[in-house]
């Protein structure tokens, strides 16, 4: 069955109002780091990192979302190299560089002040670099004192060649001599551990036991959700930050493909919403899902739903991959709008969706974007992530060209 939505110069959409778009002068492949400035002059600028080189990232001024205009853009260190995650507190930005091989330099994670956003300026540099790292795929930065993220060290040595990163708490409030504080690996995945490696999942289908996502929310500052690929679900206990503990884990694959992306908790509701990551083109990987899950034993999560998804028929000779990946993950930031009852994701050439999850076992859509781009490498739109501000505007930007959309919700 086809979408119901209408159609509207080739693109889908149900339930979102289009306001503007920027195709980011021919850069338009973004990653997944989204995060909004709200500047010294009032301005609101949305800082962007890109998905591959050359660009590192790109600053928007969205103040008028129907004419999003860019303000700054920068290269990446060099071309062997991405950026990818990107988040910023007041007036600095810290923005995750990750390189093709391990050994590369110049992975790590980078600190600028962008009181001038016009004018980006170096503070500092947190080298990660080593024989067996890539440095920084993803970053979490929201509270201005600490990054947690997921990362490879000098000093670390994977068990397997996939396991080469892992979650590592920095101590930033020096933002010019940033201090790593603790770290955590799930064990086996490192050199000397006394216990054994974890089982490989099957040939094509192993893609690593190492963090994606690496959250921390204030309303429980002491755990770290994430999603650990290969590994599932995970949530750390943090409460003394130089040893962290696991708490629990939910580990759902096989049979499904790997790749446990993002973990959002819904505290006053005890839920989690936990994101799959599809990586294979033409539905290979399918089913990849967004889950509802039952935390009121934080011990023992235990799923009770997923959210509907479109015919995989319908979508998955589209062209590129077709499932889960990100979630609006309720940012806790004054500037970001919030909600326990409606779920946003991106789905690649599935789009933007939105699910109200009022009854949590029973998700239902609400909402789909699904963008032609005339110029798409795959023949279709690759929705990579999603931010929604304060005024309830929403932000969704496309992994190869399509560029910045705003839109806002009309449901």
């Avoid at 980006?120 to 080593?130: H, M």
């Avoid at 939105?354 to 490498?377: G, L, M, S």
């Amino acid at each position: 069955m086809a979408e119901s939505g209408k159609t509207n110069g080739g693109s889908l959409i149900w339930n979102f109002k289009p306001l503007g778009h920027n195709a980011l002068d021919g850069f338009g492949g973004m990653g997944e780091g989204m995060s909004m400035q709200l500047a010294k002059d009032g301005r609101r600028i949305l800082w962007m990192a890109h998905e591959s080189a050359p660009k590192n990232f790109t600053a928007v001024d969205v103040s008028d979302p129907r004419q999003p205009k860019i303000v700054a853009r920068a290269d990446l260190p060099h071309a062997k190299m991405r950026s990818n995650s990107l988040e910023t507190v007041g007036d600095i930005l810290a923005i995750a560089y990750q390189t093709q091989q391990t050994g590369d330099p110049q992975a790590g994670f980078e600190l600028f002040d962008i009181s001038v956003p016009e004018n980006p300026r170096r503070i500092a540099f947190f080298d990660r670099s080593g024989p067996h790292s890539r440095g920084v795929h993803q970053l979490w930065f929201a509270d201005g004192e600490y990054i947690h993220m997921s990362s490879g060290s000098a000093d670390f040595r994977p068990t397997h060649p996939k396991d080469d990163q892992f979650y590592q708490c920095i101590d930033v409030r020096n933002p010019s001599k940033p201090v790593e504080v603790g770290r955590w690996w799930l064990p086996g995945t490192s050199a000397g551990d006394n216990v054994a490696p974890p089982k490989r999942h099957e040939g094509d289908k192993d893609t690593g036991f190492r963090p994606h996502n690496t959250n921390v929310y204030p309303e429980r500052p002491d755990r770290v959700y994430m999603g650990y690929i290969d590994g599932g679900m995970i949530i750390l206990d943090i409460a003394d930050k130089a040893h962290p503990k696991m708490v629990s884990r939910w580990d759902y694959h096989p049979p499904n493909y790997g790749f446990t992306h993002t973990v959002v908790p819904l505290f006053e509701r005890d839920l989690l919403i936990v994101s799959d990551e599809c990586t294979r083109n033409d539905g290979v990987d399918w089913p990849k899902l967004v889950w509802i899950v039952d935390n009121r034993a934080e011990e023992n999560p235990v799923p009770i739903a997923t959210c509907p998804m479109p015919p995989v028929e319908s979508f998955a000779r589209r062209g590129g991959r077709f499932g889960a990946h990100n979630l609006w993950e309720n940012l806790p930031k004054a500037n970001c709008w919030k909600s326990d009852q409606i779920v946003f994701g991106t789905f690649f050439n599935g789009g933007l969706r939105a699910f109200d999850i009022a009854n949590p076992y029973q998700p239902k859509e609400v909402a789909y974007f699904v963008p032609e781009v005339a110029n798409a490498p795959t023949g279709a739109c690759q929705i990579n992530d999603v931010f929604i501000d304060d005024r309830q505007i929403v932000y969704a930007v496309d992994r190869h060209a399509g560029g910045l959309y705003t839109l806002e919700m009309d449901f």
